[in-house]
């Protein structure tokens, strides 16, 4: 079966930098879409950043991380990662790493059929 699990999360102040990973099994990584989405208390879920699959990969990021976070993948590690700089107090929120069997990449949660338990990232000021 489908596993992922993320790990990287922790507290840090604003400004600071943290990344992410996401070891995956069960799939086919290299051509399935990937993506981190956050969860902050008593807000929805909502995409982070993802990428679609194959060798030239489509990327979408939430405007609020553009410029400051990446998203990338190493295919021979079956790992994800998400590169996160310039932290703010906002980006503080359970990072869920996500996976679906096909290369394209909805913006929606509900689209995705793998989820791993998820790394707290909690930023201070």
């Known amino acids: 079966q489908v596993q992922l699990v993320e790990s990287g999360g922790g507290s840090v102040q604003a400004g600071g930098s943290l990344r992410l990973s996401c070891s995956a099994s069960?799939?086919?990584?290299?051509?399935?879409?990937m993506g981190w989405f956050r969860q902050a208390p008593g807000k929805e879920r909502e995409r982070v950043a993802t990428?679609?699959?194959?060798?030239?990969?489509?990327?979408d990021y939430a405007d609020s991380v553009k410029g400051r976070f990446t998203i990338s993948r190493d295919s021979a590690k079956n790992t994800l990662y998400l590169q996160m700089t310039s932290l703010q107090p906002e980006d503080t929120a359970m990072y869920y790493c996500a996976a679906r069997g096909t290369s394209y990449c909805p913006g929606l949660p509900g689209a995705y059929n793998y989820w791993g338990q998820g790394t707290q990232v909690t930023v201070s000021s």
């Open positions: 990428m679609t699959g194959y060798i030239i990969s489509d990327y």
């Open positions: 069960g799939l086919t990584f290299r051509s399935a879409c």
